[in-house]
């Protein structure tokens, strides 16, 4: 990756992850940018994903990354042309908010917790359908230079803290339990 502009994801290789769908995401966008590399933090290629990735001629183009302390994470967000994130389903969107924290551009799936976590800042494709993630992730590059747009990310971001979302479940929480007899 040494020197070559990259797209990162960060998550485990979950089902619900969809690696897949973030492969044949990539090997769209590379038809587009073929200088692009994809930075790889956590999953770990199952055998029917190494397969897609020789299937999609992208051995050359993925890296995986190590275990990294924060303030290396940190650094590959900062440094990512996009952060993708293919999820059919999160409980928080952590990555998102990670990624914006950093002025990160994001291009991710539609569903529920990065429509909450991203709001308006966001690059959003339909959950499964990897051309439409590649279209968002075209989207992303093209605000990744634009100081306005990485300010208003990591303003989008500074919203949320622990302790807020902590606060928000305590509040659902206290909800549920006053509506029962």
């Given at each position: 990756?040494?020197?070559?502009?990259?797209?990162?994801?960060?998550?485990?290789?979950?089902?619900?992850?969809?690696?897949d769908v973030l492969?044949?995401?990539?090997?769209?966008?590379?038809?587009?940018?073929?200088?692009?590399?994809?930075?790889?933090?956590?999953?770990?290629?199952?055998?029917?994903?190494?397969?897609?990735?020789?299937?999609?001629?992208?051995?050359?183009?993925?890296?995986?990354?190590?275990?990294?302390?924060?303030?290396?994470?940190?650094?590959?967000?900062?440094?990512?042309?996009?952060?993708?994130?293919?999820?059919?389903?999160?409980?928080?969107?952590?990555?998102?908010?990670?990624?914006?924290?950093?002025?990160?551009?994001?291009?991710?799936?539609?569903?529920?917790?990065?429509?909450?976590?991203?709001?308006?800042?966001?690059?959003?494709?339909?959950?499964?359908?990897?051309?439409?993630?590649?279209?968002?992730?075209?989207?992303?590059?093209?605000?990744?230079?634009?100081?306005?747009?990485?300010a208003a990310r990591?303003?989008?971001?500074?919203?949320?803290?622990?302790?807020?979302?902590?606060a928000r479940i305590?509040?659902?929480?206290?909800?549920?339990?006053?509506?029962?007899?």
């Amino acid at each position: 990756m040494e020197g070559r502009p990259y797209v990162l994801h960060v998550g485990s290789d979950l089902p619900r992850k969809r690696i897949d769908v973030l492969l044949r995401a990539f090997a769209v966008l590379r038809r587009k940018r073929p200088e692009l590399c994809l930075a790889q933090r956590g999953a770990r290629p199952r055998e029917a994903q190494a397969a897609l990735v020789r299937e999609l001629g992208l051995e050359d183009a993925i890296v995986d990354l190590p275990r990294l302390r924060r303030d290396e994470l940190a650094a590959h967000y900062r440094g990512a042309r996009a952060v993708l994130l293919s999820s059919d389903a999160e409980g928080f969107g952590l990555p998102v908010i990670e990624a914006l924290a950093c002025g990160a551009p994001v291009a991710c799936t539609d569903i529920p917790a990065f429509r909450e976590v991203g709001g308006p800042v966001v690059h959003r494709a339909p959950a499964g359908e990897p051309e439409a993630l590649a279209r968002a992730a075209l989207d992303a590059l093209a605000t990744v230079d634009d100081v306005e747009v990485r300010a208003a990310r990591s303003a989008w971001a500074a919203r949320t803290s622990w302790e807020a979302h902590a606060a928000r479940i305590a509040r659902a929480y206290g909800e549920l339990l006053g509506r029962r007899p």
